[in-house]
């Protein structure tokens, strides 16, 4: 399986994303460059030491001379890193040491190139170094943003963290159409940053293409995750417009419901507050106060007309697997619930109006027992995004107290769970809803790649 290496941080996905840049100008291609690529390897090597607090080397690490050579090795590893250190320089106000670093590059073996595109990805923080103001719609009325627009019995196909432009994620859509669904709603992250041309290459395009968009006219959905909002999030707003010829989706929430009014699936925007361009955002995420009421407008309404919601969000309400948020403060460190969306939702979940929660962010696919006020809590974030068996992504954080547990396969006794392949990769998947109007059921059967059968089905 193709893969994409990336870090949770607003600034070296940026990095990232111009590294990337550089390559496809080289390239003369469209085309998301291969990690194998020096260069990406290189940018990626760069990203994770920036991440860690590591030192950056001047010589070219093992891992990139072992697969790009010594010479290569060494040329990639020079440009990336004269880059990098530019692009922070630039932003810590250094302009000494800016001034340095530009006078390197231009008199290096490196494209002539890079000391433009740090300087245009530079825009993406604004003049003063902070990230620009992300235009996030606000309703103005109650009943905006909401869409009737699902048959009675209506299949939606459901995928997380998917926006990665590479092959496996063609494939995995190229599948996900066969089973024609009414409807597509994405749950958010395209990567590495959501820049323009990343949110034109790695969704548009591709939905457009493999959908058959321009036959079919299939409305598509779209949440925004924490990597769309690293650029400003300014390119995933300008793609809400055109992407559906009806029904035209305007804000980065929405109720999506089917014409009898059965079932809503209602979709928040936690990744407005995750956005940081200096560091991951320390606390855990929320929801801005006046969508909050919004959604429990809708959640209501549809309560007291008899019918049932699901919530779909980029972030988790809870894991066992991933710390939620304060990676480094006691005690939420330690605890599995996000308590910022719990509170938020804590009476509806409580009073039974909410069927169940579908979310990303975690490249994982976790369907878990019934915990605390939530009885059907569903991680779906596998959706391109490789996880090598390495990073163990069903190893339960050490020290939390009551752990949520996940669902045990009725026929198997065994936890559901994604497994590798032949290279030490997991799995990447999607789900459909098949939502049923007269006796007011939905069926969640949950694929993965390359399989025509689901590994699971559930009926609530």
């Not at 996900?176 to 709603?185: E, I, K």
């Not at 309404?301 to 309400?317: D, E, K, M, P, W």
């Not at 696919?365 to 490789?386: K, S, V």
């Not at 065994?414 to 998947?429: N, P, R, S």
Request: charged share 25%; with cysteine.
């Amino acid at each position: 399986m193709e893969l994409i290496r990336h870090v949770e941080d607003a600034t070296l996905s940026l990095f990232q994303s111009a590294v990337e840049d550089v390559v496809k100008r080289r390239s003369g291609s469209d085309a998301r460059p291969s990690i194998e690529e020096p260069m990406v390897l290189a940018a990626a090597l760069y990203a994770e030491m920036k991440h860690k607090g590591q030192p950056v080397p001047d010589q070219a690490p093992s891992e990139l001379r072992a697969q790009a050579g010594d010479a290569a090795g060494s040329t990639a590893w020079r440009c990336v890193r004269l880059s990098g250190d530019l692009l922070f320089a630039r932003l810590e106000g250094n302009t000494a040491r800016a001034a340095q670093l530009e006078g390197e590059l231009k008199d290096s073996e490196c494209d002539p190139g890079w000391a433009e595109t740090i300087e245009d990805y530079l825009e993406f923080f604004g003049e003063d170094g902070r990230r620009r103001q992300i235009p996030y719609v606000r309703f103005r009325a109650m009943d905006d943003f909401v869409y009737d627009v699902l048959p009675p019995d209506a299949t939606v196909a459901v995928i997380g963290d998917w926006g990665t432009g590479m092959a496996p994620a063609v494939r995995l859509l190229e599948q996900l159409a066969r089973h024609q669904p009414h409807t597509l709603v994405h749950l958010g992250d395209i990567y590495y940053a959501g820049t323009p041309n990343e949110v034109k290459q790695h969704f548009v395009d591709l939905v457009n293409r493999i959908l058959d968009r321009a036959r079919t006219q299939l409305p598509v959905y779209v949440m925004p995750g924490n990597h769309e909002m690293y650029s400003g999030g300014g390119a995933f707003y300008d793609m809400l417009g055109p992407l559906n010829a009806t029904a035209t989706q305007q804000a980065s929430y929405f109720s999506l419901r089917t014409k009898a009014g059965v079932w809503q699936l209602l979709a928040m925007d936690t990744a407005y507050p995750d956005h940081d361009p200096f560091t991951v955002s320390t606390g855990m995420t929320f929801l801005e106060p006046d969508e909050l009421q919004w959604h429990l407008d809708k959640i209501e309404r549809v309560h007291a007309a008899g019918g049932r919601t699901i919530l779909l969000s980029h972030h988790q309400l809870f894991s066992p697997f991933a710390g939620i948020g304060r990676a480094n403060a006691k005690p939420a460190a330690e605890q599995a619930y996000n308590t910022n969306l719990l509170n938020a939702f804590r009476a509806p979940l409580e009073g039974g109006k909410v069927a169940a929660w579908l979310w990303g962010h975690e490249h994982n696919l976790a369907i878990y027992e019934a915990y605390g006020p939530l009885a059907y809590g569903r991680c779906i974030g596998h959706g391109a995004m490789p996880v090598l068996a390495s990073q163990d992504p069903y190893k339960v954080i050490p020290g939390l107290a009551d752990p949520p547990r996940l669902v045990r396969d009725p026929k198997t006794g065994q936890e559901i769970k994604l497994i590798t392949d032949k290279d030490g990769v997991f799995g990447i998947g999607y789900v459909l809803l098949r939502l049923r109007g007269a006796d007011r059921t939905v069926e969640i059967a949950y694929y993965i790649l390359d399989q025509d059968e689901p590994i699971f089905v559930e009926r609530l």
